[in-house]
């Protein structure tokens, strides 16, 4: 029989007997290896991120998982298998990723989007193809949506007199559920309840257990609504309940004195159609310069007397520097006021150490509430 016959003689007898068996390889660096290497460790690789307990907004999504590459003391290549269940036991697995080749230094995933408001477990591990790494493990949590609910219009409310024309306003703090910053409250105070015809709102941080508003002056005997919201840079309330108040009606000012009499203002009156002139002569007509903010408001005064009959008054003020109390009124020292709330300074740089300087200068509007018509400034 000749070598070639012999040799398919035996290739058929192979066969017969159960076909070829391919042996696998001992050898650390071939495709396949006859079970575990031994010797070769491959160490658990840290989670890096999110790490335990971490909890995530909705709109920090998709999550991305990060591990510190493990180590090895083998010469295989090591790849990774990424895992998030719902359950510590893994159960209920949401994610699975396996295969996952080595970044430098670090391994990322990017999961698909998870169901909010709910705890995670996730673990990760490395391999060799031969030899499987240890497991590291944390959990990490998905808020619910952040939502903030509409404040309380608490104080004043069911058409109340308040005893002033600047009332506080109090809202009851809004309920909030999931990651909700910290809070601020919008407030709108209007004449009308379709808020069209705002008369004073802001904006002020949450207080504790209520947030208050201060309002600006408002008209007085009159009937105001209010209303308020609460949000944070991402989240933002409906508006709360309407209610409304009454202001204390304000004494009627005294009528304006009948022209001419009084006031000590001469030859200066016939200057009342150039106001700048005017102020500069009456302030020349003065005993001594204005030294300070009670000398300043002779000046004043006697401005407004003699633009008596143009509606000129004094302007109220009961905050802040350069006031003089006269007749039952804090006033402001250097300002002149009209019906319309519009205010003009006739005293540059008042009060002591000052220029007390004559002036006109339009000082812009304010409410009209705050004019009161010229007294004589003879009266004491």
């Keep these: 029989m000749t070598p070639r016959v012999l040799k398919l003689t035996c290739g058929l007898l192979l066969l017969a007997l159960g ?16 079970g575990p290497i031994p010797g070769v460790t491959i160490s658990a690789p840290v989670l890096l991120q999110p790490s335990q307990g971490f909890k995530f907004k909705e709109s ?32 209920t697995k949401v994610f699975s990723r396996s295969s996952v080749p080595p970044g430098d230094g670090k391994t990322t995933v990017t999961l698909d989007r ?16 031969a030899n499987t790494g240890a497991t590291s493990t944390a959990g990490f949590e998905i808020y619910p949506k952040a939502s903030v609910g509409a404040p309380t219009a608490a104080s004043p409310a069911n058409n109340e007199q308040v005893a002033t024309v600047t009332p506080t306003i109090i809202a009851g703090n809004a309920v909030t559920a999931g990651p ?11 004449t009308n309840q379709a808020f069209t015809a705002l008369v004073a709102a802001g904006i002020v941080n949450e207080g504790s257990g209520h947030t208050a508003f201060n309002s ?24 709360s309940n309407v209610q409304t108040f009454r202001t204390t009606p304000t004494a009627p000012p005294p009528p304006p004195p009948p022209p001419g009499g009084g006031g000590g203002t001469g030859s200066c009156d016939a200057l009342v159609d150039q106001p700048e002139q005017l102020v500069k002569c009456i302030h020349a007509s003065m005993p001594s310069p204005p030294r300070n903010e009670v000398e300043a408001f002779e000046v004043t005064k006697r401005v407004a007397w003699a633009l008596r009959n143009k509606g000129g008054g004094l302007l109220i003020k009961n905050g802040g520097e350069n006031i003089v109390s006269w007749q039952g009124y804090s006033f402001s020292a250097s300002r002149v006021c009209f019906p319309d709330g519009h205010i003009y300074k006739v005293i540059s740089d008042a ?8 002036t006109w200068s339009d000082n812009d509007f304010v409410d009209r509430a705050l004019y009161v018509p010229a007294i004589d400034p003879s009266k004491r």
């Design 60 to 91: 920090e999504q998709p999550i991305k998982l990060v591990v510190q590459n493990a180590t090895t003391n083998g010469v295989r290549a090591l790849s990774y298998t990424f895992e998030v269940a719902a359950d510590t036991a893994f159960n």
């Design 180 to 190: 909700v910053g910290f809070l601020s409250y919008e407030f709108q105070v209007a």
């Design 114 to 129: 998870l169901e909010i408001g709910r705890t995670y477990y996730w673990r990760a591990w490395a391999e060799d193809g």
């Design 19 to 34: 076909g070829c068996q391919t042996s696998k390889s001992s050898s650390p660096t071939a495709p396949t290896v006859a």
């Design 351 to 358: 009060g002591p150490g000052g220029a007390n300087g004559p």
């Design 216 to 239: 600006s002056p408002l008209a007085g005997g009159t009937t105001f609504f209010w209303r308020v919201r609460a949000g944070d840079s991402e989240s933002i309330s409906a508006w």
